[in-house]
């Protein structure tokens, strides 16, 4: 389980990575690259917190689930 949620992280971060790499190397003047990048950081944290509170959710299901 632990190697899943390494890989996971591995993943999302590669993405993140190559995505601002991908912002960086298009031809953009530095304000409108500026924007850009922060509006992907910006959507890339709240996708994550979703997931983060999802997952919460289906913890405290599972532990309700145990407690009967």
Known sequence: MKSTGVAIVSLIGGMVVGSAITMLLTPQSGPELRKQIKDFIDDEIDR???KVEQ???Q???ARCKCDK
């Open 55 to 57: 997952v919460q959710e």
């Open 48 to 50: 994550i917190k979703n």
């Open 59 to 61: 913890i405290e299901e």
